[in-house]
């Protein structure tokens, strides 16, 4: 009963958020100060203009123009808009002005806590956990100047999404729209400004820069990063020492050791005082390893150097976390909690088409961007609300591509942000849920290897749930 009752508390939080977040009133004024609606006479009202480019395509992420018009009308028959006119008003800069502040405000309201912190006894010491991603979609070639690629041979123009996630709050924390040639290492300081004391960033070696590690030590937040190859490593901070060639130094000094945990300083320049943990994986994973790395570098008219192919013997990682905190056995463990980016962006690109982005003026491009990405943290904002009742009521983990599809399928999405049906959804939710959890498998996921502390090693090994060693 109190599973129940808190549900339904947590359902009247968010029907309040939508309510306001879409409020006609509010939208209205804000299409106003954005410069999207000029003059009294517009027949394009706010609102309409929202879920056009929000549920409203959603099904159909290749739609024309005459397309949105048709849907428009399906909206609000008083619209009589011809494509040619609404081409007109989606390519002026109101329009993608005043998306990029709709999604702003969604961002915003989806990060007021609703749902308790993820809890579990490795992660509890932190106060906000950061993982940090980045996902492209390639554009018509007709935009490079606008959003430039990154070349090769992929198009010559596409966009990059940068995400920011924050575990605890199971929140979408930042999105950034840029070009693809946009780098992420560029971005790499940003977030710093923004931490506090406590918290974790966990980040893949694109956003690796030691610069920025370090603002991080010093603002009393932790890291958790993969070791850059090239990075240079020092056994201590003194200038007169020689960098480690570390695979060669591994193999030598520890060569019966699993786990391996140095203290270290990291960079020529930095001399980043760190824990290294290196894991010798099974040899099955070296092959595949090498089996890629030699086609990559193929592909590319390199050969790899014997270093480089001992490199990849080992995984490693930095922080500055304590041993106190983490033992280094876990730490890879931790490390998985990135590929939960990695899935947001598999299910973005699978379920909700993000990377189809259809026309050769910019100013469309980003508002059909802010739009799906509207859709992406409002399906956020539900999924806290579903995945914490599956756990509290079923005990299960919810599977979120079964929950988008089910959000999609009869348009409810669609209807509970144009008809407000929120108590009906809610009802439904918990009539279909156990259907939307994940099935018991043999492998464990990454919620259950956190929870239970399994060592980073012993996760390779296939084992049910009942044999699993913490």
Same mark, same amino acid.
């Given at each position: ?224 990063? #993969? &070791?850059?190859? %090239?990075?240079?490593?020092? +056994?201590?901070? $003194? =200038?007169?020492?020689? @960098?480690?060639?570390?695979? !060669? ?30 894991? #010798? &994986?099974?040899? %099955?994973?070296?092959?595949? +390893?090498?089996? $890629? =790395?030699?086609?990559? @570098?193929?592909?590319?008219? !390199? ?168």
């Amino acid at each position: 009963m109190k599973i129940t009752q808190k549900l339904k508390e947590l359902g009247c939080r968010l029907a309040s958020k939508l309510q306001g977040l879409f409020d006609p009133v509010s939208l209205e004024e804000l299409a106003r100060e954005k410069g999207f609606i000029q003059r009294s006479s517009s027949q394009v009202t706010g609102v309409d203009f929202v879920k056009l480019l929000t549920t409203e395509i959603l099904a159909e992420p290749r739609v024309s123009y005459e397309g949105l018009c048709d849907r428009l009308q399906q909206l609000n028959p008083a619209v009589t808009i011809t494509p040619q006119a609404l081409a007109q008003r989606m390519t002026g800069a109101g329009a993608e002005n005043y998306l990029r502040a709709v999604l702003q405000r969604t961002l915003n309201a989806n990060l007021q806590a609703s749902v308790e912190a993820l809890d579990s006894q490795l992660l509890a010491p932190f106060g906000r956990i950061f993982l940090q991603d980045s996902t492209q979609a390639q554009l018509h070639e007709r935009l490079a100047d606008a959003f430039k690629g990154s070349g090769g041979s992929a198009s010559q123009a596409s966009v990059k999404i940068d995400l920011t996630y924050e575990v605890k709050g199971q929140a979408i924390y930042r999105l950034e729209v840029g070009a693809g040639a946009t780098s992420d290492q560029s971005r790499a300081e940003e977030l710093v400004e923004t931490l506090q004391a406590t918290d974790l960033v966990i980040r893949d070696l694109g956003y690796f820069k030691l610069t920025a590690l370090a603002k991080m030590a010093a603002k009393g937040a932790f890291f958790l990063s #993969r &070791l850059l190859p %090239a990075a240079g490593v020092y +056994r201590s901070e $003194r =200038a007169e020492e020689e @960098a480690l060639v570390l695979a !060669r130094y591994l193999n030598q000094q520890y060569a019966d050791q699993a786990v391996i945990e140095l203290g270290v300083a990291v960079g020529q320049a930095e001399r980043l005082p760190c824990r290294l943990i290196a894991y #010798r &994986l099974p040899s %099955a994973v070296v092959n595949e +390893r090498r089996r $890629r =790395a030699r086609a990559n @570098a193929a592909k590319k008219g !390199r050969t790899l150097t014997q270093e480089a192919l001992a490199w990849l013997e080992f995984a490693c990682f930095i922080t500055n976390v304590p041993a106190t905190i983490w033992s280094a056995p876990v730490i890879g463990t931790l490390y998985r909690l990135r590929w939960q980016v990695e899935l947001t962006f598999k299910n973005w690109k699978s379920l909700l088409a993000i990377h189809v982005l259809k026309g050769t003026r910019p100013e469309r491009i980003r508002c059909l961007l802010y739009g799906r990405l509207i859709v992406i943290v409002l399906l956020g904002m539900l999924s806290r609300v579903a995945a914490w009742y599956a756990q509290a009521q079923h005990q299960c983990e919810l599977s979120v591509p079964k929950f988008l599809t089910w959000c999609q399928r009869h348009n409810r999405l669609a209807r509970l942000m144009v008809q407000g049906t929120f108590a009906q959804w809610l009802e439904q939710l918990t009539e279909a849920l156990p259907r939307l959890c994940k099935q018991k498998r043999r492998r464990l996921t990454t919620r259950q290897l956190i929870d239970n502390k399994i060592n980073y090693m012993d996760s390779f090994i296939d084992r049910t749930t009942s044999t699993q060693k913490a």
